[in-house]
């Protein structure tokens, strides 16, 4: 039942939809962690990692990628730890963005 409502987490981000998306995700952490499957957990706040960067929340999305990733890392999850390898990628590059731009306002 996690792994329903990650998928349907992942339509709602991917049509745009992105407090659907948050819901479903959020839904499939709950049910991951009553459960107690660390797999599901880990993919479900990976999965929200996507939303805490597209809404600008990186010291969020740093966090729980780090607690799947560590998860990952545990269970031998090769292909999620490359994933949440070029996520964090994305956030470091993101942050080194802003840092550039903060940079060239002051200067201005």
Do not use: P
């Not at 792994?3 to 839904?27: I, K, S, W």
């Not at 009553?34 to 990186?58: F, P, Y």
């Not at 560590?70 to 070029?86: A, H, I, N, P, V």
């Not at 590059?93 to 802003?98: L, T």
């Amino acid at each position: 039942m996690s792994h329903t409502y990650e998928l349907l987490g992942r339509v709602a981000f991917a049509e745009g939809n992105y407090a659907e998306a948050h819901e479903h995700f959020e839904r499939s952490l709950v049910i991951a962690e009553t459960i107690g499957l660390a797999a599901a957990i880990a993919q479900a706040k990976g999965a929200l990692v996507e939303l805490e960067i597209q809404s600008g929340n990186l010291g969020k999305a740093i966090q729980l990628l780090k607690e799947a990733l560590e998860t990952f890392q545990r269970l031998g999850m090769k292909q999620d730890m490359r994933e949440s390898e070029l996520l964090l990628q994305k956030i470091a590059r993101q942050i080194d963005q802003a840092g550039q731009t903060k940079h060239k306002s002051t200067k201005a």
